[in-house]
């Protein structure tokens, strides 16, 4: 029986169609959403819930599509309501180091352009102030507390986003005046896409090449004013505007900005990592100008591991939508007497119930992920546990540079297969999932091109593989390289015993599978870097040379198996047995999937198939799992479901009144029974030419 507390803080769901799958589930829903998340988030959630629906600013409906004006003016609202609700204070959300995550969850689900708004103008821009500033700039981040200045951030060029060094802002000391010159020289020197910059931006966190007597001394972080606070009028030297409408996220203002001998005060350089004395003296406590620029872009390490969650924000959404619909949707059947669900069909279970998996892998992981790096932020600030931190760094960076690729992928194929599971109800607005789809896409592409970025995991791996030829002891804090040590065993023994079905459904065999591929690729990636080298090219060449197939592969192999080793600790804390038997299927459900749909290849061309049934086996495991977890998805899918408020899909309501649902939306549409405004016109015209 569930707590009392528990029954308290979790309502059971109204009777409807849905009610067939939920008794047949094989576990108590609410005790694995108490497992996953803990009696204390879930009751912060349900205050936050509650304080939402007394604001009219989240109270959006989305028959239609809003005008750019519009959305921007809801967003802007949205943002103001977000800073007076006190359970989204920072003093607040740090009062349990699950909070910030939870309240993230919440914000991005409901209002995605609000909270990434508020999270750059305010958490971002006060963050790197903080950071990469010094006492001297503590007014700064008061004003933008107090809602005197907006803040932005202006890192990305028109003409350069990944090869930041090669970025052209420059901002050159003038001794004199004491003041630093702000210049673009093109248009392709622009600072663009920064959030927030486009319409109400007053001061901006700029990265430039900081030149003191001819000399660049690489990319520096400023404090630069943008525009009037009282009117919202740029300065003089000040070029600034919006990028334009997006694929989504449009309550997002976008911007550009063009500096034109624009000057600054000399103390509005961040000065923590480098500074220009009054003498035009330039100093820095870095011997080595790539650390201090490592250090200088740490703010976006956050901002991955964020990403990683926000993915699975957006897939969680979506995995709800299609399953509850796939649930109540009936076509065909044994006889015309009866149709039966679709989520009946094989078919349909292959194309949805791996990526409920992956969503409960990405859950399980992400959440483990943020509270380590809040940790690390924390830590940092006070200068607490510094040899920790200096192992914990890298190790987070590696994680953050696979986990940002490897989740945006994953929840990219996700959302289409549920907009395509739905059919063609999935194509309206209010199924919601078009929103969801368009608003992920952003995930892809900022803080950090997925493709670029990923090589980071890669890079930090290759380190590691001389280190397992000589047999030396391999570790890291959060041990997700520790299996290493034992590399060259896995690769000549492999722990891996597949004779069956069953064999191929264990996690110990999947996490060993994963192991051996992660160690073949090591090396064969390693291997051939080398034979690059060896037969001339230099290091650049070998390395661009070195990605598809092999570095990529690697990193993300690697990233696959530590989100299976976490998910793998979690399950064996849990004492339940029916609630380790449902996470233990999803386990095996996305490593299998994964491993099929990318990794099957290498298990020939490494000559390490367990048996000549190997594949057959592989893919008899999918189908089982999926036929197991199906008749658990609708209640899997009500442990992570937003409330209805928030999920805002007539397909995926959680009464299941999908076609009653559908009616009313339908029927409340401004265009549903309204003649045109213009249908005047269009007879006049067919008229005339008859």
């Given amino acids: 029986m569930a707590s009392i507390k528990m029954a308290n803080l979790l309502n059971d769901f109204k009777s409807g169609p849905l009610d067939y799958y939920r008794k047949k589930a094989s576990f108590d829903w609410k005790k694995l959403k108490v497992l996953i998340e803990s009696e204390e988030v879930i009751e912060y959630k349900n205050k936050l819930y509650n304080e939402l629906q007394k604001y009219p600013a989240y109270q959006i409906d989305n028959l239609q599509t809003a005008s750019l004006d519009e959305e921007r003016f809801r967003t802007a609202r949205q943002v103001h309501a977000y800073k007076s609700i006190e359970l989204l204070s920072l003093g607040y959300v740090l009062q349990n180091v699950k909070y910030p995550r939870a309240a993230s969850e919440i914000m991005m689900q409901l209002a995605p352009a609000a909270s990434i708004k508020y999270g750059v103008s305010n958490s971002l821009f006060n963050d790197v102030v903080r950071t990469l500033g010094t006492s001297r700039h503590g007014h700064f981040i008061t004003d933008c507390e107090d809602d005197k200045i907006s803040g932005c951030y202006c890192l990305t060029e028109i003409a350069h986003g990944s090869n930041v060094k090669g970025m052209q802002t420059t901002a050159t000391f003038n001794q004199e005046r004491q003041s630093f010159v702000l210049n673009s020289s093109t248009f392709e020197a622009a600072k663009c896409w920064a959030g927030g910059l486009g319409q109400l931006a007053t001061h901006a966190v700029v990265y430039a090449q900081l030149i003191t007597n001819g000399i660049k001394h690489g990319l520096h972080c400023f404090v630069v004013p943008v525009r009037d606070p009282k009117t919202l009028l740029p300065h003089p ?4 505007g919006d990028m334009g409408e997006k694929i989504g996220l449009n309550g997002i203002d976008n911007g550009f900005v063009i500096f034109n001998n624009y000057e600054i005060p000399r103390e509005n350089l961040l000065n923590k990592l480098g500074d220009v004395t ?11 100008p790539n650390k201090r620029h490592g250090a200088a872009l740490g703010a976006l390490s956050m901002g991955r591991v964020n990403i990683t969650s926000m993915c699975e924000f957006y897939g969680s959404k979506a995995i709800t939508i299609a399953i509850r619909y796939g649930a109540v949707r009936k076509q065909f059947g044994p006889d015309d007497k009866e149709e039966i669900p679709i989520l009946e069909y094989q078919s349909h279970q292959y194309r949805l119930l791996p990526y409920l998996a992956a969503v409960y892998v990405l859950r399980i992981f992400s959440m483990k992920l943020i509270e380590v790096q809040y940790q690390f932020a924390i830590d940092s600030y006070l200068g607490v546990n510094k040899e920790l931190l200096a192992e914990l760094g890298p190790e987070l960076h590696a994680l953050s540079s696979a986990s940002k690729p490897v989740s945006g992928w994953t929840m990219r194929d996700t959302i289409q297969e ?6 063609g109800h999935g194509y309206l607005k209010v199924s919601g999932i078009g929103d969801i789809r368009n608003d992920n896409d952003a995930n892809l592409t900022y803080e950090g091109e997925n493709h670029i970025l990923i090589q980071q995991t890669s890079n930090w791996l290759l380190k590691l593989w001389p280190l397992i030829l000589k047999g030396e002891t391999i570790s890291s804090p959060l041990k997700s390289v520790n299996f290493l040590s034992h590399g060259l065993r896995i690769l000549q023994q492999p722990n891996i015993q597949i004779s069956s079905v069953a064999d191929a459904c264990s996690p110990q065999n999947i996490i060993s599978m994963y192991q051996w591929l992660v160690v073949y690729l090591l090396k064969r990636t390693y291997n051939k870097f080398q034979n690059d080298l060896n037969n001339g090219k230099d290091a650049f060449a070998a390395r661009n040379n070195n990605q598809v197939f092999y570095a990529k592969n690697l990193s993300i192999a690697f990233i696959q198996h530590f989100m299976l080793q976490v998910m793998y600790e979690k ?30 290849t290498l298990f020939y061309q490494g000559a390490i198939l367990p048996g000549s049934d190997f594949v057959t086996l592989i893919q008899e495991a999918i ?15 009500d442990v992570v479901a937003p409330p209805d408020f928030i999920l805002k899909s007539v397909l995926g309501l959680s009464d299941g009144q999908v076609y009653r649902n559908l009616e009313s939306a339908i029927f409340r549409s401004p265009y549903a029974m309204s003649r045109p405004k213009w249908w005047q016109d269009i007879k006049t015209n067919v008229q005339s030419k008859l």
């Fill in 278 to 288: 009054q003498e035009g003296e330039y100093i820095t406590p870095f011997k080595d």
């Fill in 418 to 423: 549920c907009r395509e599971t739905c059919g």
């Fill in 623 to 637: 189908l089982k799992l999926c036929s197991e977890v199906k008749n658990d998805a609708v209640s899997l899918v």
């Fill in 237 to 240: 030297g000040v070029i600034v």
């Fill in 571 to 600: 399950i064996s804390a849990t004492s339940d047995p029916e609630i380790r038997s449902v996470l233990e299927k999803l386990l095996s459900l996305y490593g299998l999937f994964s491993l099929e749909k990318q990794h099957l």
